[in-house]
């Protein structure tokens, strides 16, 4: 069982910056691709950005420019710093992984998610 933990979500101004982070832990033998997605209030969720294992980035056109992915394989843990950050990035951000536990299945992965508010 692989479990997904998100942290860093917070009040911040417009304009200001916040770095989320999600912990990955359990029978990991592998991690793959992981992602972030955000639900605001009323909408569907939606992606925001994924990386691969070997670090290939990919972001939602509202983001690019304002919001970086990495992560940490050694660590299992990925990251999002959203600078610049827009009332319209308010949501709860939830982090998925895909990959293969030790017993040789794979899995795909959700945390609970982190609280973002961007208000002045």
């Known amino acids: 069982q692989v479990q997904l933990v998100e942290s860093g979500g917070d009040l911040v101004q417009p304009g200001g910056s916040l770095r989320l982070s999600c912990a990955a832990s359990g029978s990991i033998f592998r991690l793959n691709t992981m992602r972030w997605d955000r639900q605001a209030p009323g909408k569907q969720r939606e992606l925001v950005a994924t990386i691969t294992r070997g670090g290939s980035t990919n972001y939602a056109d509202s983001v690019k420019g304002r919001f970086t992915i990495s992560r940490d394989n050694a660590k299992n843990t990925m990251y999002l710093q959203m600078n610049s950050l827009k009332p319209e990035d308010t949501a709860v951000y939830y982090c998925?992984?895909?990959?293969?536990?030790?017993?040789?299945?794979?899995?795909?992965?959700w945390g609970r998610g982190t609280q973002v508010t961007v208000s002045s």
């Open positions: 998925n992984a895909q990959g293969v536990t030790f017993r040789t299945t794979d899995f795909n992965s």
